[in-house]
């Protein structure tokens, strides 16, 4: 019995979001932990995380954090051919990220304002 079309590519979609999301982690401890980081090193880190990103096949993502993940991922790989310093990239993409897991906690966790005005009308 072969898979469905719906389960291959939902199969595929999930690949490649597990990839995006092993390229950013990899990419952020890497700048988040080296104690002397040079551009150099931080272009072989690149490189050899997109050999492990181009294994799969890219697909077209709709939902806005996964499309975030997916720009700052295209980011980071395009800082590789800039000519900024070290010390700018490693700031420029470690406060995109932080902005990324801000926005995906935002959603997560709502806080409950005014409690105890929701129970004003049991009295």
């Given at each position: 019995?072969?898979?469905?079309?719906?389960?291959?590519?939902?199969?595929?979609?999930?690949?490649?979001?597990?990839?995006?999301?092993?390229?950013?982690?990899?990419?952020?401890?890497?700048?988040?932990?080296?104690?002397?980081?040079?551009?150099?090193?931080?272009?072989?880190?690149?490189?050899?995380?997109?050999?492990?990103?181009k294994r799969v096949d890219e697909i077209a993502l709709y939902k806005g954090e996964l499309q975030d993940l997916?720009?700052?991922?295209?980011?980071?790989?395009?800082?590789?051919?800039?000519?900024?310093?070290?010390?700018?990239?490693?700031?420029?993409?470690?406060?995109?990220?932080?902005?990324?897991?801000?926005?995906?906690?935002?959603?997560?966790?709502?806080?409950?304002?005014?409690?105890?005005?929701?129970?004003?009308?049991?009295?």
């Amino acid at each position: 019995m072969a898979a469905s079309q719906k389960a291959v590519d939902n199969s595929k979609r999930l690949r490649y979001i597990r990839a995006l999301e092993r390229f950013h982690h990899g990419v952020i401890s890497y700048l988040s932990n080296t104690p002397e980081l040079t551009k150099e090193n931080y272009d072989k880190k690149i490189e050899n995380s997109l050999k492990l990103l181009k294994r799969v096949d890219e697909i077209a993502l709709y939902k806005g954090e996964l499309q975030d993940l997916q720009k700052l991922v295209q980011k980071m790989i395009a800082c590789k051919e800039s000519d900024k310093d070290i010390k700018e990239l490693k700031e420029d993409i470690l406060y995109s990220s932080n902005q990324l897991d801000k926005s995906k906690n935002a959603r997560r966790y709502k806080k409950d304002k005014h409690t105890s005005d929701k129970y004003q009308d049991w009295e």
